[in-house]
């Protein structure tokens, strides 16, 4: 018999509420830190001095210690360096998944619900008469001997065809998504960090799509000059770099990786905070900062409109709110036919988790 099992409730001891405490500040200074698992002890060292984050009972030797014991660092025997285990990496997309996205249970198939009515594995509430081509798993018995006993009566049972009631169920679809972030100069002018928070959305998506949808794919690149593929488990310690905004390069990579994918569903999110800026052309790179550039623009257009054909909408998420910036944008996401948010750092979360289950097309093209 399914139930709740009450016990009493035993506190944890002091030295592992002290350990979970500063292991969450361990993980962020992390991600500011690149890694660097020497620094982020040395800015926690000096955030204890200054705020007692440990006592007496439990102290920052104790929780190197615990952090040795438990696996989140690996020391190198011969330098004494620490460097960040697998088991860390998973921590911090664990804790931005809980940080963007909330508390989310753990999934079972894989996959996403759709709006559309089919062979799916979730019922809902809508019965129809039986047609011909519909399975008997569909056929909700219950329904159907109802209505044989009100059409034909009970003491001479008999089910025939127009007495059948299908249960319709959701259709379930598998999702493809490339995830692009501009890696700029610009994600960290202007006295704002960028970076960062697209970061956490980045590590939060691949952590929700690894526990709740296991058959969905992410890949993630970043573009800059460049565009180039990356680990999830490069995402903590990912940099912005003195870059233009190559989004061509970016698209042209995302489109590349998607015709590889078998999924009937593919998508592309975009965060950015600027318009493309740069095109490589040879063994150099041509390049315009100031205002809209048309020959650089065209290009970035031309590949939207290619992503088009190819059923892919493009989800652009600009962390800017320039007047001109948004006129690129417009036009970008017409000519892809895809959408764009002009969301604060604070609200992407929210925005690409919302777009992210609404994709609930069994197929796009």
Known sequence: MS??????YIPKPEDEKGFEQLLSLFLQLLQYTNGDVGEALDWLTQLDQQHNLTNDAYGMGNFINDL???GYVKENPLDGNFTPSSKTNQAIR???LDEVF???KKGKNGNHQTSKTGKGDELNSDLRKFAFGDSLDQIDLTASIHNAQVNHGIEQFKLTEEDLEIREKDQKSQTSTVLMIDIS??????????????KKVAMALAELIKTRYKKDTLDILVFGNDAWPIEVKDLPYLQVGPYHTNTYAGLELALEILRKRKNANKQIFMITDGKPTCLKEGNGYYQNSFGLDRKIINKTLTMAAQARRLGIPITTFMIASDPYLQEFVREFTKTNNGKAYYSNLNGLGDFIFEDFEKNRRKNVR
């Open 3 to 8: 139930g709740h099992l009450f016990s009493k």
């Open 68 to 70: 040795k014991a438990k």
């Open 94 to 96: 664990k804790q931005s």
């Open 102 to 104: 909330g508390k989310l």
């Open 185 to 198: 100069h610009s994600m960290i002018l202007y006295g704002e960090d960028r970076i960062t928070p697209a």
